[in-house]
Nanobody, 127 residues
Framework: VQLQASGGGPVQVGGSLRLSCAAS????????VGWFRQAPGKERDFVAV??????????YYDDSVKGRFTIARDNTKNTVYLQMSSLKPEDTAVYYC???????????????????WGQGTQVTVSS
C-alpha cells in the first residue's frame, strides 16, 4: 500500500492550496482517508477525514479548519483532495494523509488508528 501526498508549497495569507493524496495497492473505496498536520515541535493533529463509501462517505473536520477546508474523494482516481482556502499562518505544517479500513467514529482524530500513511507535504503560509 502506498499513499502519495502532494500539492503543498508556499502561499500567502488568505490564499488557497489543494492537496492530493493518491493511493495504490488497496481497494480505495473501502478506506477512510484522513488528513493530519504537524507543525515543528508539535504533535500530529487531525484536520479532516472522509469515511469509506460503505459508511456513506461522511466527512468530519477539526473546528480550526471548518468552513475553510474541504475534503473530497474521487474513488475512480483513488485520490482524496484537501482544498484549503483562507489560509492562515497557523496552518503552516507538514500535511499527511492516512488511510484505514476499520475506522470508527470515536477514533477519527487519533493518528494511531490509521494503518497507512503518506510521506507528507509541506504547507507554508506567510504574510
Amino acid at each position: 500500500v502506498q499513499l502519495q501526498a502532494s500539492g503543498g508549497g508556499p502561499v500567502q495569507v488568505g490564499g488557497s492550496l489543494r492537496l492530493s493524496c493518491a493511493a495504490s495497492g488497496l481497494t480505495f473505496s473501502n478506506y477512510a482517508v484522513g488528513w493530519f498536520r504537524q507543525a515543528p515541535g508539535k504533535e500530529r493533529d487531525f484536520v479532516a477525514v472522509i469515511r469509506r463509501s460503505g459508511t456513506g462517505g461522511r466527512i468530519y473536520y477539526d473546528d480550526s479548519v471548518k468552513g475553510r477546508f474541504t475534503i473530497a474523494r474521487d474513488n475512480t482516481k483513488n485520490t482524496v483532495y484537501l482544498q484549503m482556502s483562507s489560509l492562515k499562518p497557523e496552518d503552516t505544517a507538514v500535511y499527511y494523509c492516512a488511510a484505514d479500513s476499520r475506522l470508527i467514529l470515536s477514533s477519527i482524530r487519533s493518528p494511531e488508528q490509521y494503518d497507512y500513511w503518506g510521506q507528507g507535504t509541506q504547507v507554508t503560509v506567510s504574510s
